[in-house]
């Protein structure tokens, strides 16, 4: 049975970002894959009861992903992350934004710049994101729409894919 390990997160409103560090009990490959590939994850990147349907990914320097988080209703709500350095297996950077269905950011809602980096240390991967904003206001948003716990559940649910692996 997996362990569920590490999980830090912090609000360091004096440079405008969040971190947030995770461990996984599986390897590099695996948590690689959640985090880019589509199929993987729409099972987990939304915090239940909600879903995620991918509209489009391009996974590579320059590309995007299009998403939409779908509540039990049935109300979208859209999301564009571009994709700006990618080095595989061990990080990458995106610049993310709330926008419409067609990829049109909506300037009204916060905007955030992460870098996500993946670490693998015996049979566990790290896994360090730093979320940045440009204006304080931006990430007192984020944690007012509740961004600490729907983030904290998303990564359980990743948790529950990874249980099911069998790779053990």
């Given at each position: 049975?997996?362990?569920i390990l590490r999980m830090n997160f912090s609000v360091d409103r004096?440079?405008?970002?969040?971190k947030v560090e995770r461990e996984f009990d599986v390897p590099v490959d695996l948590v690689w894959s959640a985090w880019t590939e589509s199929d993987l994850l729409d099972q987990w990147w939304a915090p239940k009861p909600w879903k995620v349907k991918t509209k489009s990914i391009d996974f590579k320097d320059g590309g995007f992903w299009l998403y939409a988080m779908i509540s039990p209703e049935g109300e979208k709500h859209w999301s564009r992350a571009n994709f700006k350095e990618i080095t595989p297996k061990e990080r990458?950077?995106?610049l993310e934004a709330f926008c419409d269905e067609n990829g049109n950011v909506n300037h009204d809602l916060p905007k955030s710049h992460w870098e996500n980096q993946f670490i693998e240390h015996k049979s566990s991967t790290f896994v360090h994101t730093v979320i940045r904003f440009n204006e304080l206001s931006d990430l007192e948003k984020m944690v007012e729409m509740g961004f600490e716990e729907?983030?904290?559940s998303a990564l359980t649910n990743l948790d529950e894919i990874f249980k099911n692996t069998g790779n053990d």
């Open positions: 049975m997996r362990n004096k440079n405008k970002k969040i990458f950077t995106s729907g983030f904290r």
